[in-house]
C-alpha cells in the first residue's frame, strides 16, 4: 500500500479512493470489478467482456477478480443469508 491509501489487492486490482470513490478497479482503468462480476453473471462469455472493456483487462485479471470474489464470500457468506437453514 501506499502512503495515498491506494491498496492493491492482487496483481490486476487496486482500490484507490482517488478513482471510483475506492471501489475496487482493475489496475490503470475505472472499470470497477463489480462491472465485469455482473457481465459473467450475465453469461457473457471472457472474449466479449474483454472486447466490451476495449481489451484494458486480460483473461488473467478476471481470473483474479472472480479468485478473489470467492475469498470474499466465503469470509461473508454469513451477511448473505435469506433466513436460518435448520441443520
Known amino acids: 500500500m501506499s502512503g495515498n491509501g491506494r491498496h492493491l489487492l ?3 486490482i ?3 479512493p482517488a478513482i471510483c470513490h ?6 490503470g ?15 457473457l462469455a471472457w472474449e ?3 472486447e466490451e472493456c476495449h481489451n484494458s483487462i486480460g483473461k488473467d485479471a478476471i481470473a483474479e477478480a472472480i ?3 470467492g475469498q470474499a464470500f466465503i469470509m461473508h457468506a454469513d ?4 433466513e436460518p437453514v435448520a441443520a
Do not use: N
Request: charged fraction near 25%.
Open 10 to 12: 492482487g496483481r490486476y
Open 14 to 16: 487496486v482500490a484507490d
Open 22 to 27: 475506492g471501489k475496487p478497479t482493475f489496475r
Open 29 to 43: 482503468t475505472r472499470i470497477m470489478v463489480w462491472q465485469v462480476l455482473d457481465m459473467l453473471a450475465e453469461g
Open 48 to 50: 466479449t467482456i474483454i
Open 67 to 69: 479468485k478473489l470474489s
Open 79 to 82: 451477511e448473505f443469508a435469506l
